[in-house]
């Protein structure tokens, strides 16, 4: 499986951007059954969780420092996943990056995801 990322840029504080993930695969390999997740690593930083949706999109979790401005969330039929970012802050410049959890929930803890897209980098000036 492979994903990549896109949709990322610079945008000023209190701007908003949407993210896609596009996922594909050889021999029809999907993500339609796995759980999905949006990591970001800023400069120096450790890569943290983000956000969260299982595989029909039921659950979602967010990270406390978005819950409230950003939402996830996915197009089985499209093998997409997207993450809406609102209200951005500074402090969310980082590079941004969709991974494929190994099972149909999502995680927080990134080793349990096993496949992960190039990322796509956000900055937001203040």
């Known amino acids: 499986v492979q994903l990549q990322a896109s949709g990322g840029g610079l945008v000023q504080a209190g701007g908003s951007l949407r993210l896609s993930c596009a996922a594909s695969?050889?021999?029809?390999?999907?993500?339609?059954?796995?759980?999905m997740g949006w990591f970001r690593q800023a400069p120096g930083k450790e890569r943290e969780f983000v956000a969260g949706?299982?595989?029909?999109?039921?659950?979602?979790t967010y990270s406390d420092s978005v819950k409230g401005r950003f939402t996830i969330s996915r197009d089985r039929a499209k093998n997409m996943v997207y993450l809406q970012m609102s209200s951005l802050k500074p402090e969310d410049t980082a590079v941004y990056s969709c991974a494929a959890s190994r099972s149909p929930y999502s995680p927080t803890i990134h080793s349990q995801y096993n496949y992960w897209g190039q990322g796509t980098q956000v900055t937001v000036s203040s």
């Open positions: 695969g050889a021999s029809g390999r999907t993500i339609s059954n796995n759980g």
């Open positions: 949706i299982s595989w029909n999109g039921a659950s979602t």
